[in-house]
Nanobody, 120 residues
Framework: QVQLVESGGGLVQAGESLRLSCAAS????????MGWYRQAPGKQRELVAA???????NYADSVKGRFTISRENAKNTVYLQMNSLKADDTAVYYC??????????????WGQGTQVTVSS
């Protein structure tokens, strides 16, 4: 079983920055893609950013140039640096990690979610 623990959400003003972290633990053999999604009230969950094991990243158009995803493989951790935050970025942010367990089965796990609120 693989668990994800997120941290770093909070309340900020427009234009400010936040950094989210998500650490994976458990019986992990390898991790492939790691990503961040968000869900605003009344809206569907959407992909914000994702990064492959080779550190190739892709972003939603709405966050390009403002958000940066990175990963620290030694710590099984993925980060999301969010700069120039806007009110539209307000949402619950979820991390998602996929890979292989120690028993060589695939896994796809979600974090519990962390609230990001941006006041205008």
């Amino acid at each position: 079983q693989v668990q994800l623990v997120e941290s770093g959400g909070g309340l900020v003003q427009a234009g400010e920055s936040l950094r989210l972290s998500c650490a994976a633990s458990g019986s992990i053999f390898s991790i492939n893609a790691m990503g961040w999604y968000r869900q605003a009230p009344g809206k569907q969950r959407e992909l914000v950013a994702a990064i492959t094991s080779g550190r190739s990243a892709n972003y939603a158009d709405s966050v390009k140039g403002r958000f940066t995803i990175s990963r620290e493989n030694a710590k099984n951790t993925v980060y999301l640096q969010m700069n120039s935050l806007k009110a539209d970025d307000t949402a619950v942010y979820y991390c998602n990690v996929g890979g292989t367990t120690a028993w060589y089965t695939g896994f796809n796990s979600w974090g519990q979610g962390t609230q990001v609120t941006v006041s205008s």
